[in-house]
């Protein structure tokens, strides 16, 4: 069936190092969003992309999805120490399948 | 504007017994998503309603059940609760009929059966 997988699982990172997850799908998605899940938080919309190739940036992150609408990344510049949190992606095909998430914890 | 609320915040049951979980999305919003968060098993659908109308169905047995009122308030039930349905509950409002928009979750329902 339909699946979104979402790698990789965790990332331990040094601040002001890079991040990147990635998102990939088994069919064409109709768009794709992207949340941020901080500890005992619910996810919060970061950004929804939806057209082949579109590329959006948001301050130090940058969303990427790919020219067949199947995968998508969210990529994180100087990685701050509020940038920690689960980082999910949500790629809708009727109905939104989730990612299993990225846990991404900053060392200051 | 308030947000997603979703009562009650924390629950415990005991197995074999029935729940019912409350969630009122953000005014104007129409459509309302359920899904159920588990360490294990991450973000998973639940249901989808819109205008009162269930749209979308994710794969949970028949003891999963939800509804949607003329506010857009929505509830989810579960019968027969069992171990393995402790998770936070998680409730998510959109404001497009096609579903396209953000989501806008609440702060969930920690339900735990033991």
């Known amino acids: 069936g339909q699946q979104v997988m979402q790698i990789p699982q965790y990332q331990h990172v040094q601040e002001g190092e890079d991040f990147t997850t990635y998102c990939n799908s088994s069919?064409?998605?109709?768009?794709i969003q992207w949340y941020k899940q901080r500890p005992g938080g619910h996810p919060v919309f970061l950004i929804q992309?939806?057209?082949?190739?579109e590329v959006k940036k948001q301050k130090r992150l940058t969303f990427q999805f790919g020219e067949a609408k199947k995968n998508s990344s969210l990529h994180i510049t100087a990685t701050q120490t509020t940038d920690v949190g689960t980082y999910f992606c949500?790629?809708?095909?009727?109905?939104?399948?989730f990612g299993s998430g990225t846990k991404l914890n900053v060392k200051p | 504007k308030a947000g997603v609320t979703q009562t009650p915040r924390y629950l415990i049951k005991t197995r074999g017994q029935q729940v019912t979980l409350s969630c009122s999305p953000i005014?104007?919003?129409?459509?309302v998503s359920w899904y159920q968060q588990t360490p294990g098993q991450g973000l998973q659908f639940l249901f989808e309603?819109?205008?009162?109308?269930?749209?979308n169905k994710g794969n949970f047995p028949g003891r999963f059940s939800g509804r949607q009122f003329s506010n857009s308030r929505s509830e989810m039930n579960v019968s027969t609760l069992e171990l393995g349905d402790s998770a936070l509950y998680l409730c998510?409002?959109?404001?497009?009929?096609?579903?396209?928009?953000?989501?806008?979750f609440g702060p969930g329902t920690r339900l735990t059966v033991t």
């Open positions: 998510a409002s959109s404001s497009a009929g096609t579903g396209t928009d953000e989501q806008y």
């Open positions: 069919t064409t998605l109709s768009n």
């Open positions: 992309l939806v057209k082949s190739g």
């Open positions: 949500a790629g809708r095909f009727n109905k939104f399948y």
């Open positions: 005014s104007g919003h129409r459509s």
């Open positions: 309603y819109f205008s009162e109308t269930q749209r």
